[in-house]
């Protein structure tokens, strides 16, 4: 049984994170079944470089297809049609059509796709934005701290 979290007060105090809140709301909407197939890794091979490496054994590489659009990374692939005379025994290799997404932070950018020995490797890197990055800010001071004098004029 799984228990429900509010995140409501952690939102009272934060602007602009409209898209984490979402992705939390979908992580516990999550079907476990869906995330079974088909399997994958996520490797971190650097600072800023990540490789998403997905098991797709029995697909060629015409039929995957990874595409990105609005931070959401997309691997899909169309379910290989048998042929009518083949008779299986066991049939223990999946060639059915999937869909897996993952989400992106901003700064993550798809730089490459490869195929391998039944492996689909996907390369991405972390690119941050000078206007992202820190920066020092200097701090100014007045030449005269003193607060300024109000001059009375007598009344006549």
Known sequence: MRTAFDFSPLMRSTIGFDRVSRLLDAAARVDEA???YPPYNIEKSGDDRYRITMAVAGFAPEQLEVTVKENVLYITA???EDKAETQYLHRGIAARAFERRFELADTIKVVNAS???????VDLVREVPEAKKPRQITI???ANPAAPQIEHQAAA
């Open 140 to 142: 100014e001071t007045r």
């Open 115 to 121: 195929f391998e020995n039944g492996l689909l490797h």
């Open 78 to 80: 169309k379910g290989r």
């Open 34 to 36: 869906a995330f079974s």
